[in-house]
């Protein structure tokens, strides 16, 4: 950057100076300056400042010296003094701004927005916009630092502007905006040796999209799991940044060493760290105890950085503990922090600081998580979208799978899951995703927890299953012969007395008693009418334990009725499948038991009429069936075992040969064994089958429901951009837009000038002090120019903030499908109208004249409302929250069976 002194001494000349014998002063301290003396020059320039106290010149000349000598206090004072003098001067408010930054000056912010405000000195003005976005970007504002970068001009040439693109890929990286961050890296290339930042930038970007990639959260996402190479690369830029000691490097490359398990890789960044002397930092000392799993110890180092002061010890505890999902180091963290804001006496500068909100709600929800309490814990950490979030998701994964614990153990054994948690879960979810049908559905789950198992008694029509069900009752209680046509789900269940309910659809219900009920469905078919359901109660004992489902063949002509045997299916716990041995595993039974394996419903296979075989065929029957069940990847409860139903009924009912003859009683050991005494572990299975159905599709609709959010979040951000663009680009071209815009109102001038003509007839004097006369022309003024003004505007911004669209001279009209304002830019723009004729002594005259000067301030006042409309505070949807909730839970259900522990 020149120096102060050249452009002044252009500006002022050297007349007060040499009038008062100071030529030589000025003269020597130049000299000096060029020679690299800035002490002599400083002392030279204090002469003249000494005679000639004001002297822009002399005060310049001290500001070149003190910068050179790097005394930077003197630099603020003497520039602060200069600025007074020459206050339309942005090289002097920039330099002022970075000296007062370098001192930790209060007014440099102020500084800076002041040399931003120099229309005519665009290259100070690009440096003091660069300058408050990095202000704002170490503060943590992105959105703020997005803002001023969008006040820098497109340079004239078609090479794009570097130093604007980095910063636009570190505010897109702070959005989490990959594509943006992408966009501007490609502006960047490949950075030289010496781009240390350009060299960060691409390190974090491309851990930002393996973590994407991955399923993880940009923010937050845990090195240890994302592919080594990806590592590798972002180690290696991030290598180079430290070298060249960008802020940032450091926390980065120590946050990839502590969350790595090379040791080729530990063991390089160890040689870079102790070539810098810095092995012994507390930040270093903590990343390389990670990478060793010595947690204590790093956990020591960090803290005696913390009792140090040292902040940067803080910063890296944190990180780390995001990077390890440690606890332990954010409650030292927390502690720390407490501690400091309890102790009045602690250094400002040397106090912890506060954990951000995000990980405060973490460690809340931790505490709840672990005292049992996980519908706190998941509501707490649906407000943590930051640094945390990934670790965050792992929590809710971790509360879902304690509520669903997976299968483990020698048999598969399934330990219950916390039902209430899990349909209370499921019930929020599908309220709040308006999901009617899926929380009947969860309303059903409820009830069915505490019914009796159910048992589907299934099977191709003529198999037995209403003979087999009689003999598992020891009772007649099923009607059997009845033709397929008729045939439809009967439901077994206990009640007091015996009775029948049949359902009709469309009809009145029949209660009819058990010895009615094959008369009663012969009945009904003959009149046409359809059955939908039977219910059969009986006084049974088993029936209290065991609720037995009786269902159509699935051989039946009738479509209905096979759909309802497949029904069965999705009510029952457990099925009981019976196969014709003369005729076992026929190709359509093979495809049908595939269904209810694939449904995960357990299967125990049955062959009924065994007493129509003899010994020897009937083991090779029962061998086929065995082969089937293997190469159809089919499985039964027990093998298969052969029996008759027909005998087994006769022997239930006192025939003691019949029953010896039946087979019955290992049916009912396996019945008493595998099923029975198995309700508690075969409804459990059901129900998870069932609720992580529900589980699925609620996870499926809140990630369409997220995804139609992000995209309109997605719009929102971009029309955020395009006003910011827009009120950027009238500002910055307001004087040249003014005179265009001016011209292009002359028709709605002359309508107003045609509104006025009755008035130029009366007095002077009437028409300066008659209130009437000011706002009939208020409102014909604002009438016939706000809309016209408003809309040469609006189409002014569009083509600012779209190089392709034409500009405002050329531009579709408004009624044309052109840009139309705002309603708050228009009415800013109305206020400017009605403000100019509040104040004009002759309002009836500004019809005939131009108005430039009121059109430049009208596009300041658009664009004014249009930075407005930007910064409008949109709430992050609820459907985020909502999808990752649902997500967990849905993988809770479908996590692999444990192996046993050997």
């Not at 703020?144 to 340079?155: C, E, F, G, T, Y």
């Not at 997976?406 to 349909?423: E, H, K, Q, S, T």
């Not at 595998?674 to 609709?701: F, N, P, W």
């Amino acid at each position: 950057m020149a120096r102060l002194v050249e452009a002044l001494n252009r500006f002022f000349g050297r007349v007060e100076i040499l009038a008062l014998g100071l030529e030589n002063e000025r003269s020597a301290a130049e000299a000096a300056l060029a020679k690299g003396m800035p002490l002599e020059a400083r002392e030279h320039a204090r002469s003249i400042l000494s005679v000639l106290p004001d002297s822009a010149v002399g005060l310049a000349l001290w500001a070149d010296a003190a910068e050179d000598a790097w005394l930077d206090q003197e630099v603020v004072a003497s520039l602060t003094d200069l600025a007074k003098r020459v206050p339309w001067r942005a090289d002097v408010w920039l330099r002022l701004g970075r000296a007062g930054q370098r001192i930790g000056w209060d007014g440099a912010r102020d500084a800076l927005e002041r040399a931003t405000s120099a229309p005519e000195e665009r290259d100070a003005a690009r440096l003091a916009l660069l300058d408050l976005s990095d202000l704002d970007l170490a503060a943590g504002d992105p959105a703020r630092a997005q803002r001023w970068l969008d006040r820098i001009p497109a340079p004239l040439t078609t090479v794009p502007d570097r130093d604007v693109a980095l910063r636009r890929a570190e505010c897109a990286l702070a959005y989490g905006d990959l594509d943006g961050a992408r966009a501007a890296a490609e502006i960047l290339g490949e950075p030289t040796a010496i781009e240390g930042r350009a060299a960060l930038v691409l390190a974090r970007l491309a851990l930002a999209e393996a973590s994407a990639a991955a399923g993880f959260s940009a923010a937050g996402s845990s090195a240890a799991a994302l592919p080594p190479a990806v590592v590798g690369r972002a180690l290696d830029l991030g290598l180079r940044a430290l070298v060249l000691d960008v802020p940032g490097a450091a926390e980065l490359c120590a946050a990839l060493v502590a969350a790595s398990r090379d040791v080729l890789v530990v063991d390089r960044v160890r040689r870079v760290v102790r070539a810098a002397g810095a092995l012994d930092e507390p930040t270093w000392a903590a990343a390389f105890a990670f990478a060793e799993g010595r947690r204590d110890d790093a956990r020591q180092a960090l803290a005696r950085g913390l009792s140090a002061g040292d902040r940067a010890a803080a910063a890296a505890l944190l990180r780390m503990a995001v990077e390890t999902r440690d606890l332990g180091a954010l409650d030292a963290l927390a502690a720390r922090g407490k501690n400091d804001h309890d102790d009045d006496k602690a250094p400002r500068g040397a106090a912890a600081p506060p954990l951000p909100p995000d990980l405060v709600r973490l460690r809340d929800a931790a505490a709840m998580a672990s005292a049992g309490q996980g519908s706190g814990a998941l509501d707490a950490l649906d407000a943590v979208t930051g640094e945390g979030a990934a670790w965050a998701d792992d929590m809710r994964r971790a509360i879902a799978q304690a509520w669903v614990p997976p299968a483990g153990g020698p048999a598969g054994a399934r330990a219950a899951a916390a039902w209430g948690d899990v349909l209370r879960e499921l019930a929020r979810t599908a309220k709040l995703l308006d999901r009617l049908d899926l929380l009947a559905a969860i309303e059903a789950l409820a009830v069915e927890r505490e019914r009796p198992l159910r048992a589907a008694v299934v099977g191709e029509f003529n198999a037995g299953k209403s003979t087999f069900l009689n003999a598992l009752l020891g009772e007649d209680v099923a009607p059997t012969g009845v033709l397929p046509t008729t045939a439809t789900l009967h439901w077994v269940a206990w009640a007091p007395d015996p009775f029948a309910r049949i359902v009709v659809r469309g009809g009145q219900d029949r209660v009819v008693p058990h010895a009615a009920l094959k008369d009663t469905l012969r009945a009904l078919a003959a009149a046409g009418d359809k059955v939908a359901r039977v219910f059969i109660y009986a006084p049974i004992e088993r029936l209290k334990r065991v609720e037995i489902l009786d269902t159509p063949g699935f051989n039946a002509p009738d479509p209905d009725h096979i759909a309802e045997a497949r029904r069965a299916f999705d009510e029952a716990h457990v099925a009981v499948w019976l196969l014709d041995a003369p005729q076992a595993m026929k190709e359509s039974e093979r495809r049908v038991l595939s269904e209810i394996s694939a449904l995960g419903v357990p299967v125990q296979i049955l062959a009924n009429k065994a007493d129509r075989l003899k010994p020897d065929a009937l083991e090779t029957v029962l061998a086929h069936v065995r082969d089937s069940l293997a190469a159809s990847a089919i499985a039964s409860l027990t093998p298969p075992i052969a029996f008759s139903a027909r005998l087994s009924l006769k022997g239930r009912l006192g025939d003691e040969e019949a029953l010896a003859a039946s087979g019955w009683a290992e049916v009912e050991a396996l019945f008493a064994e595998q099923i029975v005494d198995a309700s508690d572990a075969l409804r459990e299975r059901a129900l998870r089958r069932k609720a992580g159905r529900i589980a699925a599709e609620l996870a499926h609709t809140a990630s369409a429901r997220a995804a139609e959010d992000r995209e309109a979040g997605r719009r929102a951000r971009a029309e955020a951009d395009r006003l910011r663009a827009s009120a950027a680009y009238l500002r910055r071209e307001r004087r040249a837009l003014a005179a265009v815009i001016d011209k292009a109102l002359e028709p709605a001038r002359r309508e107003l000038a045609s509104d006025l003509r009755p008035i130029a007839a009366l007095p002077e004097e009437r028409k300066r002090a008659d209130a009437s006369v000011r706002a009939y022309v208020q409102e014909r003024l604002v009438a016939r120019l706000s809309w016209p003004l408003s809309a040469e505007i609006a189409r002014a911004a569009r083509a600012g903030a779209e190089p392709g669209a034409r500009g405002a001279s050329g531009a579709r009209g408004v009624e044309e499908g052109g840009a139309a304002p705002s309603p708050r830019a228009a009415a800013h723009v109305r206020a400017v109208l009605m403000g100019m004729v509040a104040v004009h002594d002759a309002p009836d005259e500004l019809a005939a004249r131009p108005i430039e000067g009121v059109v430049e301030a009208a596009i300041d006042a658009f664009a004014m409302a249009l930075s407005a409309e930007a910064e409008a505070p949109v709430p992050p949807p609820a459907s985020a929250a909502i999808e990752l909730r649902a997500q967990a839970l849905r993988a809770a259900f479908e996590a692999p069976v444990t192996p046993p522990c050997a």
